[in-house]
């Protein structure tokens, strides 16, 4: 009687196909290199409750109900904190498996901090996240060189962190029943 082969957390081989094939496309001209662009449509549905639809995937968001909402969903702040640590996870697995390193467990812990000062009138701090901090936990055989070289490739790969490293371009377009205000109108 053979013994069950145990399960593995991460399929190495699928992961780093999907990676050569994608870099053979762009290297060969047949899938040119562009920008990643995602796209959520979101609207309210009822108070505080929102519903976002990216692609073929709807999920909702809400709040607490000390802010209103009704505690049916996460809350936008919890999407962005996890959205870290998705993007994270997703280059840490590509890392492992361009490097054929197995990982029996991958998690990471991610915690934000967010002034609330101004929104209550009792300051005016800004209101972005003024403080990320993230504990990878990784079990494998590999060595800490190893994992310490798969934590640099998967941050210097993840959309997220980098977009809060570096600054961000944003541009506002607001429309009043249908028409379109200017910037001035905005101030």
Request: proline share 4%.
């Amino acid at each position: 009687m053979s013994e069950a082969r145990p399960r593995r957390l991460v399929n190495l081989e699928a992961i780093r196909t999907a990676h050569q094939g994608r870099l053979n496309e762009h290297a060969s001209g047949a899938a040119p290199i562009q920008p990643l662009t995602v796209r959520a449509t979101v609207h309210v549905v009822e108070d505080q409750l929102k519903e976002a639809r990216v692609g073929q995937f709807i999920f909702r968001s809400d709040e607490s109900s000390h802010l209103g909402g009704r505690g049916e969903a996460p809350s936008p702040l919890a999407y962005f904190v996890a959205s870290v640590g998705f993007c994270l996870l997703t280059q840490f697995t590509r890392a492992a498996a361009l490097k054929a390193i197995e990982l029996d467990d991958l998690r990471v812990d991610v915690r934000a901090s967010f002034p609330v000062e101004w929104r209550y009138g009792l300051g005016d701090a800004s209101s972005a996240c003024d403080r990320l901090v993230y504990t990878v936990d990784v079990a494998t055989d590999a060595s800490d060189e190893t994992v310490a070289g798969l934590l640099r490739w998967a941050e210097r790969a993840c959309h997220v962190v980098n977009s809060l490293r570096e600054p961000v371009r944003v541009d506002v377009t607001l429309r009043h029943n249908g028409v379109e205000l200017s910037s001035s109108d905005r101030r």
